[in-house]
């Protein structure tokens, strides 16, 4: 099939060259010329395990093509997927100028029946929107289909390439036909493509993200609980998750959820639900919880030196908002440095892939950042864990305290063992353990 994809942001470089990957010829659309001369050359501007490899395979292989001209990726495509930005406005609901005028250049660009697909995370009636704005520029016929995405950032290939499921929102049995066909190669194994009404498909990428979100905050309340009844919240994670109702995934407590997808999300269903004359109470303290819980470890932190940081100099490892990304959109290190840095103490960073992107986007030079885990240490009163990286999992904690001025642990995302760390002289802070 002939493919095109408007955006190559996250969600559209990952589908653009999946669909690639499994056999389709596909043109990826964006207006930053700089962007696609990059591309074009094999340069990815994401980090994302095992899309740059698969790109520059699809590109040598004549399938995958960027272009910043829709009169060259339009014509002729079976399938358009819209996958631009949607920021939140201030009010929470999401900024939709770009998918509409993505819409508009489709339709202006199109030489016959086409499906044009919402990929952007979008609110209930958008593709009506997108509808009605594609049928004001076009005489040709065509069918809005959406289907939301459900990529989890550091895991995106797998997940495009062996989806749990597909979710395709059609009034159309002839584009319900053409997407059965797209996603054929993904779902072999049995997981099943799901056919629904336009607005349940809209809705379901949301309320995903929403449960999610609930269960992260909902563990770290229980979290806050357990420091103040000597409980530990990975004991209490295991007996809980090994109920089958609920399951072991998205229960480990920490600092807070963050990323492009969560928080903009969670505040989006909140919206929805205020546009429907519902107050979404829960949602609401799922996003209070999540921000006071950014704040935790800096409150740990101030506490354990009396409330006086002038002049303290901590080692932080991890900028991303996780692992095996370099996403740092809502990161709790964010919050967690600048906090430290108005208290007036100093901070040297360390991160495998996020620290140019801290740098050019979020803390400019007001940290150092350390060419190694290691060298982030020296001098250092504390060190604090704020992102899993697996290269933090399993330090030589002897040459830690050597290379550290102080004795003291913040371990953010429970990843060491208390045990350990006091044997070795160190005074080691969890969340919840």
């Not at 005028?101 to 009506?128: F, H, L, W």
């Not at 995405?149 to 390439?161: C, N, P, Q, S, Y």
């Not at 209490?236 to 928080?263: H, Q």
Request: charged share 25%; net charge negative; proline share 4%.
């Amino acid at each position: 099939m002939r493919i095109a994809v408007i955006g190559t942001g996250y969600v559209g470089l990952v589908a653009g060259t999946c669909f690639a990957e499994s056999g389709n010829t596909v043109t990826c659309v964006d207006i930053d010329e700089d962007k696609i001369r990059r591309l074009r050359e094999g340069q990815v501007p994401i980090y994302e395990p095992g899309l740059e490899e698969l790109l520059k395979r699809n590109v040598a292989d004549d399938r995958l093509h960027f272009t910043t001209k829709y009169e060259e990726a339009i014509p002729g495509a079976d399938a358009v997927f819209i996958a631009v930005g949607t920021p939140p406005d201030e009010d929470g609901s999401a900024d939709l100028q770009y998918v509409l005028a993505a819409a508009q250049m489709v339709a202006e660009n199109m030489d016959g029946y086409t499906v044009i697909v919402d990929k952007s995370t979008v609110p209930v009636g958008t593709a009506r929107k997108v509808k009605d704005r594609a049928s004001q520029h076009t005489s040709h016929p065509f069918d809005v289909v959406s289907n939301p995405e459900f990529l989890k950032e550091g895991a995106a290939i797998d997940d495009f390439l062996k989806p749990d499921r597909v979710v395709i929102g059609s009034e159309s049995q002839k584009a319900a036909e053409v997407m059965d066909e797209l996603y054929a190669p993904f779902v072999r194994t049995g997981n099943p493509i799901i056919h629904m009404d336009i607005e349940s498909a809209e809705l379901t990428k949301y309320a995903a993200n929403a449960m999610l979100a609930t269960r992260i905050s909902f563990m770290n309340e229980i979290a806050n609980i357990c420091n103040r009844v000597g409980a530990n919240v990975d004991k209490v994670r295991k007996g809980i998750g090994s109920d089958a109702r609920i399951g072991s995934r998205f229960l480990f407590a920490g600092l807070g959820y963050g990323g492009s997808c969560f928080p903009k999300d969670v505040k989006a269903v909140v919206r929805t639900a205020q546009d429907a004359d519902y107050d979404f109470k829960i949602l609401k303290a799922v996003e209070d919880v999540n921000e006071r819980q950014k704040r935790m470890l800096y409150e740990m932190v101030d506490e354990h030196f009396g409330g006086d940081l002038a002049g303290k100099k901590f080692a932080v490892w991890g900028l991303a908002f996780k692992p095996n990304t370099d996403d740092m959109r809502e990161a709790p290190a964010v919050v967690v440095i600048k906090a430290l840095l108005e208290a007036g103490a100093t901070v040297t960073a360390y991160d495998p892939e996020a620290m140019e992107e801290a740098q050019h986007r979020h803390l400019g030079d007001t940290v150092t950042y350390a060419k190694t885990p290691m060298d982030a240490l020296d001098g250092s009163d504390a060190l604090i864990l704020v992102t899993e990286w697996n290269e933090f999992r399993r330090p030589d904690f002897d040459a830690v305290k050597e290379r550290m001025a102080g004795t003291v642990i913040f371990d953010g995302r429970n990843i060491y063992s208390r045990k350990r760390l006091e044997e070795s002289g160190f005074t080691y802070y969890g969340i919840g353990t």
